[in-house]
């Protein structure tokens, strides 16, 4: 299956202002791509791409006074089946994990986990761990949560999300993780495409999508607690602790977001004939 997709951003600077963008796919991608991954400039400014201490491609530039827009467009291969599903995955033994996976046990930015980890356990502890566990996770945040882009708040914490039973797709993710890590389970914030492939279109804005990933039997194994089944198409563009890790752009300076589309689009060709415009899920 080929699906075409990208993004078209503008920003206002209102002085020269460093950027640095996290829109490129994973490089774990990067082989399925069957067209160049190009990020683009109405400014012709230099752009310069490098890799950060979770793997993901940033690129920066430096956006002179007015406004930008950032561009990419691609098409990518996927192989059209759902995300994997092991329920017979184990969880490993703290002890056991190799050493740059521990990372994704410890609190960070927006999974305050010390505030969370009596309600974890009082919740999931009679859940046999691996697999089972986290799905039961997935269930309770996608039933526990209201979703709305009128609840987005760009500071919210899981706990936070807990408590005040609301959220996007990045408090979803954000609360599952926090939840996973209060149980020792290994759990990283994902970033990234998912259109409506596979299911009814979905009458949201187009945007792009946070889910997480658990480490269990050896392995990385997607979940999403905002939709909560498996899903077709993700494509993975960032991953960290937290959303802190993966943020879309970061600049140091004032800068105002004048437009955000984001598309994506199931195509029978590389060049797009025929292709048949999808929602985003966000």
Not at 21 to 33: E, F, K, N, Y
Not at 170 to 177: E, G, K
Not at 207 to 212: I, L, R, V
Not at 225 to 245: E, F, K, S, T, Y
Request: net charge negative.
């Amino acid at each position: 299956m080929l699906i075409r997709a990208g993004y078209d951003i503008a920003l206002e600077a209102y002085a020269p202002t460093p950027l640095v963008t996290m829109l490129h796919v994973r490089p774990s991608r990067l082989a399925d791509l069957r067209t160049p991954h190009l990020v683009t400039n109405d400014k012709s400014l230099a752009i310069t791409d490098y890799r950060d201490a979770f793997g993901n491609i940033c690129s920066r530039m430096v956006l002179p006074g007015g406004v930008t827009t950032i561009s990419c467009d691609f098409t990518i291969e996927d192989t059209g089946d759902i995300d994997r599903q092991n329920p017979a995955a184990v969880q490993h033994d703290v002890a056991d994990l190799p050493a740059d996976i521990l990372t994704y046990l410890f609190a960070s930015r927006y999974c305050d986990t010390d505030l969370l980890s009596n309600e974890a356990w009082w919740l999931f502890g009679h859940v046999p761990p691996g697999w089972q566990r986290v799905q039961a996770i997935v269930d309770f945040v996608h039933g526990h949560l209201t979703y709305g882009y009128q609840y987005a708040r760009a500071t919210r914490t899981a706990s936070e999300a807990y408590y005040e039973r609301v959220g996007v797709c990045r408090d979803f993710a954000h609360l599952a993780v926090a939840l996973c890590r209060c149980l020792n389970i290994p759990a990283r914030y994902c970033s990234g495409y998912l259109g409506d492939i596979g299911i009814d279109p979905v009458d949201t804005a187009m945007d792009f999508h946070a889910w997480f990933e658990v480490y269990l039997g050896g392995e990385w194994y997607s979940f999403d607690a905002r939709h909560r089944v498996p899903r077709i198409g993700r494509i993975l563009m960032a991953c960290g602790r937290d959303a802190a890790d993966t943020a879309l752009t970061t600049a140091f300076g004032s800068v105002r977001l004048v437009r955000f589309n984001v598309h994506t689009d199931e195509v029978s060709d590389v060049g797009g004939i025929g292709a048949q415009p999808m929602r985003w899920a966000a």
